[in-house]
């Protein structure tokens, strides 16, 4: 394979498709290790993926900043609630905050694992379909009366559930947009929930990574940043088409998706 910094546009198209898939349910670490194959780029282990995230999590940051703002609020309040005697963590920002723990303590311990599945395009392949089975599933579940804000047992559910996201072909949104409605929540506050628990995830990811990148100077500086701002503006049009999507119409085109390249990488990777 050819070293990652020898074609400009290739590392730009790359970025294109973290963009894209990163927020639609249809899994970007899959996408991106299909690209690589495509565009015959090599990286080290996980790395270029991580800062590709890295620009999506700037969008997420961006897109959503007055909603971090109200949380950051709201978790404030009830932590000066607690002085006076309130035990009510239930806000969306603690919910989260459980949601990652899973993630977090897995992805530590088993790092070098989920990294060696990067080069693995069969894993890609069984996965995506693994991704459009749950998202056909999740379709299938209209609740009508249940609530739609979510319990400290159901944010644990959906960490546990992201887990499995650290293998590239798992759509980490869409794996929690689907254990979301699941759960009886609404598709829009599901796509929302998803979008939010990225921050934390796909931060700690990056800062863990942040390391083995910093040694990675054989690749130029500029590689990065065409990937990471090219991820960041797509991905910003790409949240706005996701939450557009979720108040109009179920998941089942996604999951359609995921069936039709999974079998497309198992027979052509």
């Not at 590392?11 to 996408?31: A, D, M, R």
């Not at 804000?149 to 072909?169: D, R, Y």
């Amino acid at each position: 394979m050819t070293n990652a910094s020898g074609n400009f546009f290739e590392i730009f198209l790359l970025g294109l498709i973290q963009g894209i898939t990163e927020f639609f349910p249809v899994s970007s670490s899959g996408h991106l290790v299909i690209g690589q194959k495509i565009f015959s780029l090599e990286f080290p282990n996980s790395s270029f993926e991580i800062l590709l995230h890295f620009g999506t999590l700037i969008s997420i940051l961006i897109f959503f900043w007055k909603d971090i703002k109200n949380i950051i609020v709201e978790m404030y309040k009830e932590c000066l609630d607690y002085k006076k005697g309130s035990y009510q963590f239930n806000s969306i920002g603690w919910l989260i905050l459980v949601a990652t723990l899973p993630v977090a303590f897995f992805g530590f311990l088993f790092e070098d694992f989920f990294d060696s599945l990067f080069n693995k395009t069969k894993i890609v392949g069984f996965s995506l379909i693994l991704t459009g089975t749950f998202l056909y599933a999740s379709s299938k579940f209209k609740f009508t009366n249940l609530p739609k804000t979510l319990n400290w047992k159901q944010a644990l559910l959906i960490g546990l559930i992201q887990v499995f996201a650290l293998i590239p072909g798992i759509s980490r949104s869409g794996f929690v947009i689907a254990s979301g409605i699941i759960l009886g929540m609404g598709r829009t506050d599901a796509t929302k929930f998803s979008l939010l628990l990225g921050i934390p995830t796909i931060g700690g990811a990056v800062i863990v990574k942040s390391i083995a990148i910093s040694k990675l100077k054989e690749i130029p500086w500029e590689v990065y940043t065409i990937g990471i701002l090219t991820s960041c503006l797509i991905g910003i049009l790409a949240i706005s088409l996701l939450m557009k999507a979720a108040k109009k119409t179920n998941f089942k085109l996604f999951a359609i998706y995921c069936f039709l390249i999974g079998l497309t990488t198992l027979f052509f990777f």
